[in-house]
C-alpha cells in the first residue's frame, strides 16, 4: 500500500490538475518569469497602474510612478524600503502582470519530493542542489477590481515564501484613491498590532519631526472600562502614539508611546468629566489640552519639542490657566496663570512624562 501511495504521489505531482484552483496556478506559473517581458500594454493604462497601492492586513505598499516604459515601484513595510523597476506582461487576452524586478524572494525550495512526505529508503533521496533566491515577484492585475494580486507562498509540494512580511498567502494590494477618507482605517490596523484592547479616540496630523512631511499623533482609549480610577463605571483609559510617516502616507510607523500624558475619560472632574481638549501641532512644537474641576477650573496645556540630533521628542513646557467661578469682578473672571519650562523640570522624553514628574 505505501508503494501504491509513493507513486500516486509522483504520479500527482507532475500533473498539473493537481493544482488547487486557477489562481495557483497562474500565479505559480509566474513564480519565476521568463525574459518575454513589455511595457507596451494595451490592456493597462499609466493612470490605471500609477500610483499608491496598499494592503492593509501587512501594512506593506507600493508605490508605482514613471511612464508606461520606464515605471519604477517604491516598496515600504516597517522592516525595510526597496526600489526598482517594475515591467508589465500580458498573458492571452485577459491577464496581466505587473513584474516588480529586485526583490529578493525570502525563501525557496523548490518543488519538495516525496521524502518530504513519506519515510522512503535512503537510496530512493536524491539530494538537490541549493537554490538561487529568485529576485522578481509577480502580481496578476485586475482592472475591474482595481486591484492586483501576489501569491507570497506556495503549498505543500513547491515551498517558497516570497516577501517575509506578507500576511497571508494571497495579498491584496488596493489603490488609494482617497487617503484621507481611510485614515481611521491604517491607523487602527498599524496600531492595534502593539497596542491591544484599545481603539482610536482622536487623531491630529501635522509635521513633528521636522521632516516638513505630516505625521500623526493618535490618543487611544481602552476598549474595557476601569471604574478604580474613578468610581464611574465608563471610565476608560488613553494612551498617547506618536507616529512618523515615511516620505508619504500610509507609510507610518510608530515612533513613541505615552499611557500617562492624557488622563481618563471622567478624570476631568464633577464640572468636566473628560478633560481632553485636544492637540495643537505648529512648528515643530505639539500641545495637549486637558481641562480639569468644577467651579475651579485649570486649563493645562503641555508642549513638546522634536530634538533633531537625538531625533526624540522632550517637554518643552507645561502651563496652567486657573479661574473660579466664586472670582468674578465686574462680570469678568480673573485667570491667574503658572508654567514650567526645561529649566524647572530637566530633560523629559515623551515616553517617560508623568504629570507627577511636574506637580
Known amino acids: 500500500m505505501k ?13 498539473t490538475t493537481c493544482a488547487s484552483n486557477l ?86 525550495l523548490g518543488e519538495l519530493g516525496p521524502e518530504y512526505f513519506e519515510d522512503i529508503p535512503d537510496s530512493l533521496v536524491h539530494e538537490k ?14 482592472s475591474e477590481e482595481s486591484n492586483f494580486v501576489i501569491q507570497n507562498y506556495g503549498n505543500s509540494m513547491n515551498y517558497y515564501v516570497k516577501l517575509s512580511e506578507g500576511c497571508d498567502k494571497y495579498i491584496y494590494f488596493s489603490k488609494q484613491e482617497n487617503l484621507q477618507a481611510d485614515t481611521l482605517g491604517v491607523l487602527t490596523n498599524l496600531i492595534s498590532k502593539t497596542i491591544k ?8 496630523n501635522g509635521d513633528i519631526n521636522n521632516d516638513k ?14 471604574s478604580e480610577l474613578t468610581s464611574l463605571s465608563d471610565t476608560y483609559e488613553r ?15 510608530i515612533s513613541a508611546i505615552n499611557s500617562n500624558l492624557i488622563d481618563c475619560s471622567t478624570c476631568g472632574g464633577a464640572g468636566v468629566g473628560d478633560p481632553f481638549q485636544g492637540i495643537t501641532i505648529k512648528n515643530n512644537y505639539f500641545s495637549f489640552e486637558q481641562l480639569y474641576g ?9 508642549t513638546f519639542k522634536f530634538d533633531i540630533n537625538s531625533g526624540k521628542w522632550y517637554l518643552h513646557s507645561i502651563g496652567s490657566d486657573n479661574y473660579s467661578c466664586r472670582n468674578v469682578e465686574s462680570g469678568n473672571v480673573n485667570v491667574s496663570h503658572t ?21
Open 197 to 204: 484592547d484599545y481603539s482610536v479616540f482622536y487623531w491630529q
Open 23 to 108: 489562481l495557483t496556478r497562474k500565479m505559480e506559473e509566474k513564480s519565476l518569469i521568463d525574459n518575454e517581458v513589455t511595457n507596451e500594454s494595451s490592456v493597462i493604462s499609466l493612470e490605471s497602474i500609477t500610483g499608491l497601492w496598499l494592503n492593509k492586513e501587512c501594512n506593506i505598499s507600493f508605490q508605482i510612478s514613471g511612464s508606461i516604459n520606464a515605471l519604477t515601484y517604491v516598496f515600504t513595510s516597517e522592516k525595510r524600503k526597496l526600489t526598482g523597476s517594475v515591467d508589465i506582461k500580458e498573458e492571452g487576452t485577459n491577464d496581466v502582470y505587473i513584474i516588480f524586478n529586485g526583490i529578493e524572494w525570502s525563501e525557496y
Open 213 to 226: 512631511i505630516d505625521d500623526y499623533i493618535v490618543v487611544m482609549q481602552s476598549d474595557i472600562s476601569n
Open 294 to 302: 468644577a467651579c475651579d477650573k485649570s486649563f493645562v496645556v503641555t
Open 129 to 142: 542542489p541549493e537554490l538561487i533566491l529568485p529576485t522578481t515577484i509577480s502580481a496578476l492585475y485586475s
Open 3 to 15: 508503494n501504491i501511495f509513493i507513486l500516486f504521489f509522483v504520479i500527482c505531482w507532475h500533473n
Open 339 to 359: 508654567s514650567k519650562r526645561k529649566k524647572d523640570f530637566g530633560l523629559i522624553e515623551f515616553e517617560n512624562f508623568e504629570r507627577i514628574d511636574i506637580f
Open 239 to 253: 494612551k498617547v502614539v506618536l507616529l512618523e510617516t515615511i516620505e508619504n502616507f500610509p507609510n507610518v510607523k
